[in-house]
């Protein structure tokens, strides 16, 4: 599966959660999509490095911060990190630390201004 399907699994989870939960929701993006190869047969081949077995996870390659499960018969699903509002006079920025594992990669930085 080539990592054009994954990102379009992502943009598909992500405007179902914008039309049924509205901007203003908290929740995390979730898609379900088949990544197999026949090279690894019962398993979930995210990438060329990326090989889980079913019930292992792991985070998705090439994006900051989003986790990934192997389900069964190579269905993955990919959960993005939750929507939060940044405080009052604050700008979200970027994650604090995309080495951590998912969900502890969620956590954002914070520019707060009190000239914003």
Known sequence: MSRFNVTAALLA?????VILGGHNSAQAAVARVKLTNDAHPG????DANTVLSPGQSGKLPDHPCAGATCDSDGHVTIKTC???APPKGCKQRDF???????P????RAYDCNKHI
């Open 82 to 84: 939750r929507a939060v």
């Open 13 to 17: 989870a992500c405007l179902v959660l």
């Open 104 to 107: 502890e990669c969620c956590e």
């Open 96 to 102: 604090v630390n995309t080495n951590r594992s998912f």
């Open 43 to 46: 398993k979930c081949v995210l």
